[in-house]
């Protein structure tokens, strides 16, 4: 990428320094003559004609704010920008940046000829200023390109809307109009996903009509319909049937097979990307060169640089450049961080952002553009760019002056990239596979739902058969949360099991079930790990682990990481393929040791991922808490289990949800209902009864909880899209906000934070649940041998227990197939924290049962 930006910038040099030398040879007037060429494009009576320089200003500079509306909409959607806390000190470095330079050049020009033009200082050329970093190379941290790019993007919205609102002139609605419907077709066609390009490009080219008509910059139709390009991270399901269709061709070459895996492997890739990986080399090497050969040839003659030096229009553009976006980038962002509004990237410094504000006076394309649509004047416009061009060379040679004098007196700067793993290994405190003192160490930033990591889980396997002793394994957290909801969760459950001893097989298992990343999935995993489960929910439940998965997060911050799976191999970052041949290649080649001690030896025989079969949880029975018939029943004390919901909260359900009255008695929900809803108390109170509501002559009901206002009622299971096991009915008069199953999960998609808090109430309320379970569950056939001696035993010492007959019961027949047990003979005994026992011994038994009494006494 850098290499890229840097040669697309070179290029723009060159086309800049052709356009000056054609302009300023013996045929110099044919630089004119040749860009007024007029063309015209007529279909009967109607056409559009203008000179070659409008073409390329009006037609071909669309595909360059085309890219950058996408641009604009992948950084939102997938890049920097999803994390909007990140977003401040940019942000306000740009706004500055804006403001500042525009400021300084309405001082110099107010009242004269050249006001007009204080929207050219006001851009810099985000291409230029990368180029540029690219060029310093290690003098300056590579974070700080991130820094930069998210700058620019409020940089570019600032600027298009100026473009859009102070130099757009004569506006025909009716043709604002027609573009309008153009945006909503474009729009129409992204939903549907028709991705065909003839489609997509003839509406571009009506809207492009319809602008040019409207007198609002044409080019401002790019960046609209930029932004409606849909951008997402490569999608599991896409690049599997990719894989399975790629497979299948193989096998049996076949033109429909072709096709289809074709359009699978589109498909799993956003069409921003796509379309961004066919255009930016386009837009890179031709059609902003072209931009410069067109703009750039300024006639520096006598008379131009005498009027220059003194014109206030140059000397406005030269120190609204040079001047403006130093100080209001640099200033701004200091003041920003100074006050705790925001903070820099890991690796990133002020000084090192001064230096990025020094450079971003690089200003060219954009600039250029606006001096054009700025002033008629020829005369005026020529002004305009001899500052241009005078502040691109000067703001390029004060960066790199700024990055060596920073380079020389902080060597460090240049170590603070992503090339170097910080902080480095622990064996006291990250998760290591093999020798703690293995010469070589193969470092993962991973997350446990992304597809690429699953699939790096063979990678890893792979490599440590081949390196056996001489290589260690780490794995740290990276959880993405805004592309995989289940992340962060995930990462702590294996952080809860490790506190049990019981990391690595927690992590094999969820890589090998990343479908099942649900919180009542990951209870069942655990359970199946014969875990304590109690207090793995109850960890789970509070975020016990939540700072060691920060601290992760953090380190690869400060380690220039950006996505999953990303390794560093013996400390220093792997930037080429992740395949096995590529990783193993690079351990040898930074071998410690020296050449000649790796050994690149052949995989033998595949190593198949660890699977372990899934338990199912079992269930929980509560103690009565008995209600007094005729008092009023009080609200039980918040203990974390049915959340209390802040009203920014309660405000987000009020969007999705229906308000409903409620009168005492009346059942909201009935336990065992194949239909549900969730509900959030507004007023009054709602009791959650166990037990049947018309049953016997007490009706065996009885009340266990009573909640008011602001509570969320209800469960794990009925998450997970189970039947409720209690009822709600409201203890008095009131009101609730009613949510349906699927308008939470598309809430919980939305607002990550309330789905936290939901989430995590549920579990701590399993782990109460778990933790005052009480016997002992046994699953197997009653007519098995085994089954009658257990029997016997388990009377005669008295242990209380449920038996589970497979025979009777579907849940217990598919619970002993999930463990493996079909072709049982035997029968297994879960105990109430989840363990899976087979053939236990009398003594375990007893245990078992006796911690089983404790937690019903207590």
């Not at 015209?40 to 409008?54: C, I, K, N, P, Y």
């Not at 064996?427 to 703690?436: N, Q, Y």
């Not at 969820?510 to 793995?536: C, I, K, P, S, V």
Request: with cysteine; charged share 20%.
């Amino acid at each position: 990428m850098l290499q890229t930006e840097a040669a697309s910038a070179g290029l723009l040099v060159v086309a800049t320094a052709l356009a000056l030398i054609w302009a300023n040879s013996p045929w110099g007037d044919s630089y004119e003559a040749f860009w007024h060429t007029e063309l015209s494009f007529e279909v009967g009576s109607t056409g559009v004609a203008m000179d070659l320089r409008h073409w390329v200003n009006d037609g071909l500079m669309v595909f360059f704010f085309f890219l950058i509306g996408m641009e604009v909409r992948r950084e939102l959607s997938m890049g920097e920008l999803t994390e909007r806390s990140r977003l401040s000190v940019p942000a306000l470095g740009a706004i500055a940046g804006l403001a500042v330079p525009a400021g300084l050049y309405l001082a110099i020009n107010a009242g004269g000829p050249g006001a007009q033009g204080w929207g050219i200082p006001m851009a810099t050329d985000t291409a230029f200023v990368l180029g540029a970093l690219a060029l310093v190379g290690s003098r300056c941290p590579t974070q700080l390109r991130v820094f930069l790019l998210s700058l620019s993007v409020v940089d570019d919205i600032g600027a298009l809307t100026v473009i859009a609102v102070f130099y757009s002139d004569d506006i025909d609605l009716l043709a604002l109009g027609v573009a309008g419907l153009c945006v909503v077709a474009f729009a129409l066609l992204t939903r549907l996903q028709v991705w065909r390009g003839p489609a997509y490009f003839a509406v571009g080219v009506v809207m492009w009509l319809a602008m040019h008509a409207s007198g609002v910059h044409a080019t401002i139709g790019g960046v609209v319909l930029g932004l409606l390009v849909s951008a997402y991270t490569p999608r599991r399901q896409e690049v599997e049937s990719a894989g399975t269709l790629a497979r299948a061709f193989r096998q049996a070459p076949d033109v429909a097979l072709a096709r289809r895996a074709k359009l699978s492997v589109e498909r799993a890739i956003s069409p921003n990307e796509r379309i961004g990986a066919l255009l930016v080399p386009w837009s890179g090497y031709v059609v902003v060169p072209v931009f410069a050969l067109a703009n750039a040839g300024v006639q520096f003659d006598t008379e131009l640089l005498d009027r220059a030096l003194t014109s206030p229009i140059t000397v406005g553009v030269f120190v609204g450049l040079v001047v403006g976006k130093f100080v209001g980038i640099g200033l701004a962002s200091t003041l920003a961080v100074r006050f705790g509004m925001g903070s820099l990237p890991p690796g990133v410094t002020l000084a090192a952002v001064w230096g990025g504000a020094a450079l971003s006076g690089l200003g060219f394309t954009v600039s250029l553009f606006v001096a054009d649509l700025a002033f008629d004047d020829a005369a005026l416009r020529e002004e305009a760019m001899v500052g241009v061009l005078a502040a691109g060379v000067v703001a390029a040679a004060l960066g790199a002056v700024w990055f060596w004098a920073l380079g020389r007196r902080s060597p460090q700067v240049a170590r603070t990239g992503p090339r170097q793993l910080d902080p480095p290994v622990d064996p006291a405190v990250d998760h290591l596979r093999g020798r703690a003192d293995a010469p070589l160490t193969l470092v993962e930033y991973g997350d446990v739902e992304c597809p690429f990591c699953g699939r790096a889980t063979g990678v890893v396997e792979e490599l440590r058969h081949r390196f056996g002793d001489d290589l260690r394994y780490v794995f740290r957290h990276l959880p993405l949360p805004d592309v995989h909801p289940h992340a962060e969760l995930a990462a702590e459950a294996t952080e809860a099991a490790g506190a049990q001893g019981a990391f690595w097989t927690m992590h094999d298992r969820l890589f090998a079930h990343q479908d099942q990343l649900e919180a009542d999935q990951l209870l069942d995993h655990a359970a199946a790990l014969g875990l304590d489960l109690g207090r793995f929910a109850a960890e789970l439940g509070s975020g016990a682990h939540a700072a060691r998965v920060r601290a992760d997060v953090v380190g690869a911050e400060a380690s220039g990481v950006r996505g999953t799976p990303t390794f560093f191999v013996n400390g220093v970052g792997h930037d080429g393929p992740t395949t096995t041949e590529a990783l193993a290649a690079a351990l040898v080649a930074s071998d410690p040791r020296g050449p000649g001690h790796g050994s690149l030896l052949p995989v033998t025989e595949p190593v198949a991922p660890a699977r372990s079969s899934v338990a199912l949880s079992p269930a929980a029975e509560l103690p009565a808490i008995s209600a007094l018939p005729g008092e009023r029943l009080a609200e039980t004390p918040d203990d974390g289990a049915s959340p209390r919901l802040s009203e920014a909260h309660i405000a987000v359900l009020r969007r999705v949800g229906r308000r409903q009255r409620t009168v005492r008695g009346q059942v909201l929900l009935r336990s065992g209902q194949a239909e549900f809803d969730f509900f959030a108390v507004l007023a009054g109170t709602v009791a959650v009864v166990e037990g049947p509501l018309d049953g016997g002559p007490d009706g065996g009901k009885r009340v266990v909880a009573v909640h008011g206002p602001g509570r969320f009622l209800g469960g794990l299971n009925m998450l997970a899209g189970q039947r409720p096991v209690r009822s709600l009915v409201a203890a008095e008069d009131g009101e609730v906000l009613v949510l349906s199953l699927e308008q939470l999960r598309a809430v919980f998609t939305r607002d990550r934070g309330l789905a936290d808090v939901i989430t995590r109430s549920f579990l701590l309320r399993r782990a109460m649940l778990i933790g005052q379970a009480s016997g002992l569950r046994v699953v197997g056939d009653r007519r098995w041998p085994a089954s009658t001696e257990l029997r016997a035993q388990l009377a005669e010492d008295g242990v209380p227990h449920t038996w589970l007959d497979p025979a009777e019961d579907a849940a217990a027949a598919r619970l002993l197939a999930e463990i493996g047990g079909e072709e049982a003979t035997s029968p297994v005994v879960l105990t109430p924290d989840g363990r899976v026992l087979v053939e236990p011994t009398r003594e375990e038994l007893a245990r078992f049962a006796g911690a089983s009494r404790d937690l019903t006494t207590t």
